[in-house]
Structure formats: C-alpha cells, structure tokens
C-alpha cells in the first residue's frame, strides 16, 4: 500500500454522492433566463401602453380612449404574456410537448379574443382605433422585445 504524495483530508464518503448536472441543465437555466427578461420586459411595455396609450387615448377621444386603451392593454397583456408562459411551463421539455403546449396556449387565446370582441361588439363605452392602436403597439413592441432578449441571451449551442 503506498501513501499520498499530498496529505490531506479525505473526502467525506458517509453521504449521498451529488448528482452529475443533467444534460440540459445548464441551456434550461440560459433559457429560462432569456424567459424571464422578455416577460419583465413585456410587462414594462404593458404598463407603458396603460399610462401613454391611456393619456393620448383621454386626450384624443375622451373617457372612451381611455377605455379603449386599457382594453387594448389589457389584450396585448394576456396575449403577450400567454406565449411566455407557455414557453417557460416548457423549458426543457421534449419538442413535442412544448409544441403541443404552446398550439393549446394559442387556440385558448384566438377563443378569448373571440369571445372578448363579441362581448365588446357594439359596446360605446371605448374608442374601437383607440383599442386597435394600443393593441399593434403592444403586439409589434412585444415581438420586438422578444427578439432581443433572445438576441442579447447568452443561451449555449452546444451542451457541454
């Protein structure tokens, strides 16, 4: 039997060994980082589109752009927010199922909307442009938020 060159303590060997880090667990915790800046950052633009798409809304059109602005807001909010969810409930997740979900995230928001327009259908309380613009601007802005938590996430190629 020979000695260590270097003495020092052993290592403790009375408890469980820990666990090798799984595969994907270093790109699931990029990802859901990259998840969670874009959802920050989607509620920054709702609550931008309350206060901006609300003040030009009164100015413009009175209390039904104000209406029609929180309205929108609050579509653009659900929307917005849905797609990410549904991307972080399935972070790591095998292809299908995250496709799967996100499919059953989209067919649950195209029937809100439906039943939103037709609850709103004939409504005087809001402005209906007021609504639409606030709803382009949030659409188009979350989609361009999204790209760049996507595009500035450090999110490796390559599994280590």
């Not at 639409?132 to 996507?150: E, M, N, P, Q, T």
Request: hydrophobic share 55%.
């Amino acid at each position: 039997m020979t000695t260590p060159d270097t003495p020092g303590p052993t290592p403790d060997t009375s408890g469980p060994a820990p666990e090798p880090a799984a595969a994907g667990e270093h790109a699931t915790d990029a990802e859901r980082r990259v998840l969670r800046t874009a959802l920050r950052d989607t509620l920054l633009l709702v609550a931008a589109l309350v206060v901006v798409g609300g003040g030009i809304g009164l100015l413009v059109a009175g209390l039904p752009g104000l209406w029609g602005a929180l309205v929108g807001a609050a579509i653009a909010a659900f929307f917005c927010a849905t797609t990410i969810w549904s991307m972080m409930r399935t972070v790591g997740a095998s292809p299908a199922r995250m496709a799967a979900f996100v499919m059953g995230a989209w067919v649950a928001k195209i029937v809100v909307l439906i039943v939103v327009l037709a609850l709103l259908q004939g409504a005087t309380f809001y402005a209906p442009w007021v609504l639409i613009a606030v709803l382009a601007v949030g659409a188009i802005g979350s989609a361009l938020l999204d790209y760049r938590a996507v595009n500035s996430g450090r999110v490796p190629y390559v599994q280590p």
